[in-house]
């Protein structure tokens, strides 16, 4: 799928310097998640009164949350592998990320409970699970989809964090030469899931899909599968570092991400959620990270691309407390004709979008802004006079991202 051109060779790569591309492919990873859930129709978020129509727009649509997913954890792999070369310590590293997540994760998930979830919950256990981010780890419906539903990801990404010190060395330690194959490990591990969930008890069904809740937590859900696509991102971050990733054109990524697709269609259920997208993303980081190097541009580094990356994670954490809320409790599952349920669709995917910027500018910047970095202890006034400023999280781009884009 690569071309032909000579592997990438650079004597020194700066780990700091921007990265554009990835930006704008958190927006790229995020927005397909919320188009996945208006694609549902056990929920009746499908706006299409036209079967042809609604069942068209659920085929495209069907498997693209389940894609936007795992490119997060790829792209959380990546740039914590690729970045990570401070020495301030676990504490710091960790308490960076928490900062990055929990507050917009408080936020949606009050939100959430004030608008729905807190009336339909009968038990602590309906909710606070989710707050704490530790509901993926239960096998049980209604608690690792509680409150705010696209919130479950945060658990595999906590996880991530508190592995990534102790994964970290052992990628490391990964000989030059064998790097492709501990990467083609990681992508043979998907599959091996794949066929373990297809094994467990497939009844009873979970809702709107042909398989049971236990083979979809399993396969989907659960934290610990999805480390597989964690460390492939680790382990390509290593693989281009070390010169050893032939160059890829962007055009062959996403016409492998395409192919993948499809095919995810066609195949089993249980082989659908991750294995035959995980090379084309891959790929895709492949292609735009040496381009960002060069200082090359493209449609993702675009300063549109880049700003919808930087809200990426509001419009993500956001997007189903406005949909449910629109589509269930305000418009009652209403349909509409084409035309208007296509409005519709944009215009919720605009005002996401603007929730998404409002959730950056007033919780996630302060907060990194306010408790990321260490202070400083006080300088003499003259030292500090000399000191450069420390920059603010703003200003750190892909690096100040964390939560599902670390």
Not at 106 to 129: E, K, N, R
Not at 238 to 261: E, F, K
Not at 378 to 386: C, M, Y
Request: charged letters at 15%; one cysteine or more.
């Amino acid at each position: 799928m690569a071309s032909r051109r000579r592997p990438i060779s650079r004597p020194s790569i700066d780990h700091r310097a921007p990265l554009p591309s990835l930006t704008g492919l958190r927006f790229v990873a995020a927005a397909p998640v919320f188009f996945f859930h208006l694609s549902l129709t056990f929920i009746p978020m499908n706006p299409f009164s036209d079967p042809t129509w609604a069942n068209a727009y659920k085929t495209v649509f069907w498997k693209a949350g389940w894609v936007g997913v795992s490119f997060f954890f790829v792209l959380s792999g990546f740039l914590l592998m690729w970045r990570n070369s401070d020495s301030r310590g676990y504490l710091h590293f960790f308490r960076k990320r928490l900062v990055k997540l929990f507050p917009s994760h408080i936020v949606t998930w009050t939100l959430a409970m004030i608008l729905f979830a807190g009336a339909a919950a009968s038990t602590p256990w309906d909710y606070l699970p989710n707050l704490f981010l530790v509901n993926s780890w239960f096998p049980v419906h209604d608690i690792f989809l509680a409150v705010n539903v696209p919130s479950w990801s945060l658990c595999c990404e906590l996880m991530f964090y508190a592995l990534f010190p102790l994964i970290a060395p052992l990628v490391r330690r990964i000989p030059k030469e064998r790097l492709a194959l501990a990467l083609a490990g990681c992508v043979a591990g998907t599959f091996l899931i794949a066929a373990i969930t297809t094994l467990l008890p497939n009844t009873p069904h979970t809702d709107g899909m042909p398989i049971s809740t236990v083979q979809f937590w399993f396969g989907y859900n659960l934290p610990l599968p999805r480390l597989f696509e964690f460390t492939s991102g680790m382990v390509l971050a290593r693989l281009l570092a070390a010169g050893r990733l032939p160059a890829i054109r962007p055009a062959v990524a996403w016409g492998a991400l395409l192919v993948g697709y499809v095919v995810a269609e066609l195949v089993p259920f249980t082989f659908s959620f991750i294995p035959f997208t995980l090379v084309p993303l891959l790929l895709l980081v492949g292609s735009a990270v040496p381009r960002d190097l060069d200082g090359r541009t493209s449609w993702l580094s675009s300063r549109t691309m880049v700003w919808l990356g930087e809200v990426s994670f509001g419009f993500y954490m956001s997007q189903h407390v406005l949909l449910y809320t629109l589509r269930v409790k305000i418009q009652h599952g209403a349909h509409y004709a084409p035309l208007p349920a296509t409005a519709l669709i944009l215009g919720a995917f605009a005002v996401t979008i603007l929730a998404g910027w409002l959730l950056y500018r007033l919780v996630e910047l302060p907060a990194m802004n306010r408790w990321a970095t260490a202070r400083r202890p006080e300088l003499p006034r003259e030292t500090a006079a000399q000191a450069p400023a420390p920059a603010p999280a703003e200003a750190e781009g892909v690096e100040a991202g964390a939560g599902v884009y670390s």
